[in-house]
Every structure is written in C-alpha cells, then in structure tokens.
C-alpha cells in the first residue's frame, strides 16, 4: 500500500525543522512516463507517485503534485514553483550545472524497442545496410542526445511523449524507439504482439530527485529517507513492484 502525506513521518531530519508542517511540498511531475509517474483517470500514480507520497509523509507535510512538461521541469523548480523533481530524471553532467541531484534511487538506462518483423535483420546487422533506419526519440531526454551523437547519419525524429513516438513506431514512421528501458518495457508489454524491447542497456544511468542548488535542507532529507527506504528493504520492494524486471 502506497505511503500517504498522512501517514506517521520517521522521526525528521533536524534539518526540514525550518520549513512548517503546512507547507506544502511541490513536486514537479510529467505524468506520461509509466511505470516511472502517469495518470489512472485524474489520479496521478507510479513508481515515483508512490515515493513521493513516502517522502512527504516523512516530512510530515502535505503534497501537492505540479504537473510540468519535460522541458519545463528545470525552469519550473529554479522559479520556485516546484520545490523537487520526482519524474524519472536520470543524473547528468549536464543536469548537475543547473541543479542537485539527491542521491539515487535506482540504476537504469535507455533501451531500443522495434518492430518484431526487423528483430531478425536488426540482429544480423542488415539494418543499416538495407535501409537508412529512421529512429526515434524523446525532446529533452537523454535519450536524444544518444540519438543525435551516436546515430549521425540516420534519419531522426523527435517526440513529445513516449506514446506518440510508439505510434510512429507502429505505424512505420520509424524504425527504432529509444527511450528509458522501463518506460520501454511497459510498451513493449503492451503491444507484445507487434513489438519488442533489444534487452541490453544501451547506457547506464541512474534515476535520482533534483533539487535547487542552494537547497540542502530538502536534498539532506530527501536523502535520509531513501537511506532508510534503502535500509530496511522497503526500496527494492517499491522497485520491484513497479519494475519488475528492473536491475536495481
């Protein structure tokens, strides 16, 4: 059962002893990315909406979810109008310039997904050969800076969500997918009969929270509760219930 903002906190890091239990904390989502954060009708659920309540009930103060774009979600928690980032965000060397990470939760990185009927040319190395394979990903992600970097001369096409560049995938618009691999997995599962993840990292990552640079208190806290998730074996099972296939 998910951990509400209601729930008895852990006792609190001395540190979040200056912000009132009142005060609500801001989490910036992008509700599009299941099993990571999404929407069930309007209720906001997910691997991260789960920890997120967690991480408020330890606060012992209420949670309000932000619901941001991607590419609004650093300028959204550096105007203030959100207060932490809990939407699948990988660390980068990039990203640190910017903002915090607290500490990560949970090793990832992106996997390809592709049409069944090319599994087989793909493996044998006929792709490239064949054809000038158009590939897909995510604005703003990772994911397209490996496209861009590693796929100079494929055609590439940039999407808004997941669920759009899987349709292009559906629809032969393009060839091959990359996105974060449990964001891969669960399309692959859903559409188990056309499609099929590449198993093998592609890269390796690791999903943290972001937080403003100036911000340790809310960083220190964020941090000792993921130590204490991670202490008492309650993280690897949210994990585990989320993603099952997930490497941790």
């Known amino acids: 059962t998910m951990t509400g903002p209601t729930a008895t906190p852990a006792p609190a890091p001395s540190a979040s002893t200056s912000v009132t239990d009142s005060t609500?904390?801001?989490v910036g989502v992008s509700?599009?990315?299941?099993?990571l954060i999404y929407k069930q009708g309007d209720?906001?659920?997910?691997?991260?909406?789960?920890?997120?309540?967690?991480l408020a009930g330890y606060l012992g103060?209420?949670?309000?979810?932000?619901?941001?774009?991607?590419?609004?979600?650093?300028?959204y928690l550096l105007e203030g109008r959100t207060d932490i980032i809990m939407s699948g965000l990988s660390i980068t060397e990039l990203r640190k310039v910017r903002i915090a990470f607290c500490d990560p939760y949970s090793r990832t990185g992106l996997m390809a997904i592709l049409r069944r009927g090319d599994i087989q040319r793909f493996k044998m190395g006929y792709f490239s050969l064949v054809e000038?394979?158009?590939?897909?990903?995510?604005?703003?992600?990772?994911?397209?800076?490996?496209?861009?970097?590693?796929?100079?001369?494929?055609?590439?096409?940039?999407?808004?969500?997941s669920a759009e560049a899987i349709q292009a995938l559906r629809d032969k618009n393009i060839d091959l997918f990359i996105h974060d691999a449990p964001v891969v997995m669960v399309m692959a599962a859903t559409y188990e009969s056309e499609l099929s993840p590449l198993y093998s990292l592609l890269t390796e990552e690791y999903l943290a929270w972001g937080v403003r640079r100036g911000d340790t208190v809310l960083r220190?806290?964020?941090?000792?509760?993921?130590?204490?998730?991670?202490?008492?074996?309650?993280?690897k099972t949210i994990i585990q219930r989320w993603m099952p296939l997930s490497g941790q």
């Open 132 to 161: 000038t394979p158009a590939i897909g990903a995510i604005e703003g992600t990772t994911g397209e800076g490996f496209v861009r970097s590693r796929y100079e001369k494929a055609r590439k096409r940039f999407f808004k969500t």
């Open 220 to 235: 220190e806290a964020a941090n000792a509760y993921i130590a204490e998730l991670k202490r008492d074996g309650r993280l």
């Open 61 to 75: 103060r209420p949670l309000q979810f932000v619901e941001v774009a991607w590419k609004d979600q650093v300028p």
């Open 24 to 26: 609500p904390l801001k």
């Open 43 to 54: 209720q906001i659920t997910g691997l991260e909406a789960e920890l997120a309540r967690g």
């Open 31 to 35: 509700t599009n990315m299941p099993p």
